[in-house]
């Protein structure tokens, strides 16, 4: 029957520690730590970790998502590891600051530094350590799934990082490891289910970029029909207080202006948000931004060491599965593993079957 004295939790802590942001200057970042313990008659035990899990999140626009501040659907699905999330610049302490959205570069960085200093707080926590022959393992889905390759890249390309950290493989789902590829699916279809992408990739282009974006600006990118409710959005943008949910209802309230047969109701034309420019691959201005994009494609200028295994959905429009195609074709079945998703669906939905599959079988 067992003691139902005895009750299994997490220990979440918060911890905050330093790192560099988009200039290369030093910043300092939140970040959570968690694991397994259990309550014996009301005194806490820490359980020993089997292995390390780095999560990355997924795409939030609200301050009130980030790991700090929250408690994460991933930590019930990390088994019994040690499991560090960090929040990403732009979120948690740095909330006042703009979100470097896809630079895989300063994410991976940021994250690596997350680990450092939340396995020092975990020796300093839990008395009985890590169990023997523990193993590293990078995790997410959707941005967190980018943000995990990123890490992979950063790692296999440190081997002596990768030897410190035990580093054994990644499990991610649907994620926009070539943005390029996404931008392309975007504009192939001329439309789109998940409008704030497009802020939020300008504002970090600009951000991030400005030696290549010089002599361009955010409005040159976008409709009159979209400028006439920029502001609104990039207050909602700024402020932290709106998910992505409620920002997208603004594009589809305020900015679609058509609807027919062959518009579903969550699609919004490209049209409607986006300049002529910027729809031209051949303008300066579209040359700039992929010139951007490109140097976050995470299908070149490395080659893996350990192995990754990548979930998708060919009915996934956010982040279309040629993102994981590319990666294959990158870098071969040897290192990497397709999983179709069980059941063909929308983004979230074949996110949230990752997180089902990975809290029962493991990584």
Not at 22 to 46: C, E, K, M, Q
Not at 239 to 246: E, L, W
Not at 276 to 305: F, H, M, R, V
């Amino acid at each position: 029957m067992g003691n139902p004295d005895i009750k299994l939790g997490f220990r979440k802590t918060a911890y905050l520690y330093p790192s560099t942001d988009v200039d290369g200057n030093p910043i300092t970042l939140s970040a959570i730590a968690f694991w397994l313990g259990y309550f014996d008659n009301g005194v806490w035990n820490d359980l020993k970790p089997d292995n390390i899990c780095l999560m990355e999140h997924y795409t939030i626009t609200s301050d009130a998502e980030a790991p700090s501040n929250t408690y994460p659907l991933e930590m019930f699905i990390t088994g019994n590891t040690l499991t560090i999330m960090p929040d990403y610049i732009g979120y948690g302490i740095t909330k006042e600051l703009p979100h470097p959205y896809l630079n895989h570069d300063v994410c991976a960085i940021n994250s690596i530094d997350a680990l450092t200093a939340g396995y020092a707080l975990f020796n300093d926590r839990n008395r009985h350590g890590m169990s023997d022959g523990w193993k590293l393992y990078l995790a997410g889905a959707s941005q967190g799934a980018s943000n995990a390759i990123a890490i992979h890249k950063y790692l296999d390309t440190h081997p002596e990082l990768a030897t410190k950290w035990n580093f054994a493989s990644s499990n991610c789902s649907s994620g926009p490891y070539n943005p390029v590829a996404t931008i392309d699916k975007y504009l192939a279809d001329g439309k789109v289910v998940y409008p704030v992408v497009f802020p939020l990739v300008m504002k970090n282009m600009f951000d991030s970029y400005p030696e290549i974006m010089d002599g361009f600006t955010e409005e040159m990118a976008y409709s009159q029909n979209y400028l006439t409710v920029k502001s609104e959005i990039d207050n909602m943008l700024a402020g932290k207080q709106h998910n992505t949910d409620a920002i997208n209802k603004v594009f589809m309230d305020k900015v679609r202006t058509t609807v027919d047969s062959t518009l579903a109701d969550n699609e919004i034309y490209l049209t409607d948000i986006l300049s002529p420019e910027i729809l031209d691959k051949e303008s300066p201005i579209c040359k700039a931004l992929y010139q951007c994009l490109e140097k976050n494609d995470l299908t070149k200028g490395w080659t893996p060491i350990h192995p990754m295994k990548l979930h998708y959905s060919s009915q996934d429009m956010v982040v279309p599965q040629e993102n994981s195609f590319a990666i294959l074709e990158a870098f071969g079945n040897n290192i990497v593993t397709l999983e179709q998703s069980s059941i063909p669906a929308d983004h979230t939905t074949t996110c949230s079957l990752w997180m089902v599959e990975l809290f029962s079988k493991g990584f």
